[in-house]
């Protein structure tokens, strides 16, 4: 082989594999953005994460614990049977949010402790909980 056709090949092969690289960081750094770290409640306390990173907190609705503050606003206790998180938010809750079933709330914990949900996800069924929640509850 020819040490002209040897250098392009070898020039291909390095800019082939430095778009590789170049996609795969992309690719990761967009993802990374993405990640939100689940929490139980005694969890969440213990790992007093950043302030901007949002996060899931899962658990039970604390029983007596849901107030309506005003027009789509409501404000709730999420507790893993050992500690409780009071949780706010603006939209509108899903059709099997209730009171002592399992829930997961993302969002961001405020600097006052207080946890501002995004989006709430309620079990959909009798026999459902996520996973997560399933194995913080049993752990307590």
Not at 21 to 48: C, H, Q, R
Not at 77 to 97: K, M, N, R
Request: net charge neutral; aromatic share 6%.
């Amino acid at each position: 082989m020819k040490p002209k056709h040897q250098n392009r090949r070898l020039t291909l092969l390095g800019l082939g594999l430095a778009t590789l690289v170049v996609a795969l960081v992309l690719a990761m750094s967009g993802l990374k953005d993405n990640i939100s770290f689940f929490y139980a409640p005694t969890e969440l306390l213990a790992a007093v994460p950043q302030a901007d990173k949002k996060i899931r907190l899962g658990g039970m609705v604390q029983t007596g614990s849901l107030q309506r503050i005003s027009g789509l606003d409501v404000r709730f206790a999420i507790t893993d049977y050992e500690t409780e998180i009071i949780v706010e938010f603006g939209q509108i809750l899903p059709d099997l949010f209730r009171e002592g079933q399992g829930v997961i709330a993302e969002g961001l914990l405020r600097e006052d402790g207080v946890f501002q949900a995004s989006r709430i996800l309620a079990k959909h069924d009798e026999n459902y909980m996520p996973p997560e929640v399933a194995a913080s509850l049993k752990s307590k």
